[in-house]
């Protein structure tokens, strides 16, 4: 489930005028739609119009000795942004909000126990070519995402949050991890006023919590100021993916993919 803040309904206001902004002399296009999904599995066959739901079930990982059982998992993605493809598209408009589409901070509570994409939101975006994502995960400052913090207290000063069991026993991580991951589009995301276009986060969660071996490690031991904290971390940002998945089934479309992360320790 996606939790849409009073900051994000704001640029989704702000975007109906971008579509009309970006539109020719002749005078404001029909904006298209863009509809925004979260996986953490690929459908076993893509399914055309397959759609998952987000589904409470808890996520099991074994390495055959110890078991890791994810009940939670949320991120706070403090900045989505999606980049036209040319300024020029924007004919003489001086303005970034322009080429872009930009949203945030929006909570992430990914999909456990189900595979293909979960739709999430569904937006207004102006008709064009669209080549970039970036994705920021981040803390939520405590100046402009004050009424987020606010509704979400236990993000203060967290931008992930797992909880679930390791070998039967409780356990809460938290991670104030930033992260600026960049996906590029190829070929371009198209969006046009006669059919929506999906556009799926893939997050793979087998990746967080194993060492380098491929062996689980206790949650617990990668809280801030433990041994595998910086493990972790690395972990998640190797894990996420960005692609067009207009069929949702947790799959790119065009069998590409593959981000770079410009954050802190990114090696």
Avoid at 42 to 64: R, V, Y
Avoid at 132 to 140: A, C, S
Avoid at 210 to 215: I, L, M, T
Avoid at 234 to 253: H, K, M, N, T, V
Wanted: charged letters at 20%.
């Amino acid at each position: 489930m996606f939790i849409l803040t009073p900051n994000t309904l704001t640029r989704l206001a702000v975007l109906a005028l971008v579509a009309s902004a970006c539109s020719d002399a002749g005078g404001p296009s029909t904006p298209g739609q863009l509809s925004f999904n979260l996986a953490t599995h690929a459908s076993p066959s893509a399914a055309a119009g397959a759609s998952a739901s987000i589904s409470g079930t808890p996520e099991t990982f074994s390495d055959g000795t110890n078991t890791l059982i994810l009940s939670q998992v949320e991120l706070v993605m403090r900045r989505i942004e999606l980049h036209r493809a040319g300024a020029a598209d924007c004919g003489e408009v001086a303005n970034d909000d322009c080429e872009e589409l930009e949203l945030g901070p929006i909570l992430a509570d990914l999909p456990l126990g189900t595979a293909g994409a979960a739709r999430t939101f569904t937006v207004q975006i102006a008709p064009g070519t669209y080549d970039k994502l970036e994705l920021k995960i981040r803390v939520p400052s405590s100046g402009s995402d004050a009424g987020f913090r606010q509704a979400h207290p236990g993000f203060e000063n967290a931008s992930v949050r797992v909880t679930g069991t390791y070998n039967g026993t409780p356990f809460v991580y938290t991670s104030d991890l930033e992260a600026e991951m960049e996906f590029g589009l190829d070929p371009a995301l198209t969006a046009n006023e006669s059919s929506a276009t999906d556009l799926t986060l893939l997050v793979d969660l087998d990746k967080w919590f194993r060492d380098q071996a491929g062996a689980l490690i206790d949650p617990a031991t990668a809280n801030p100021g433990q041994p595998n904290e910086t493990l972790v971390e690395q972990g998640i940002r190797s894990s996420l993916d960005a692609f067009e998945d207009d069929d949702r089934d947790g799959a790119d479309d065009h069998g590409q993919g593959g981000g770079t992360d410009d954050g802190p320790g990114h090696q």
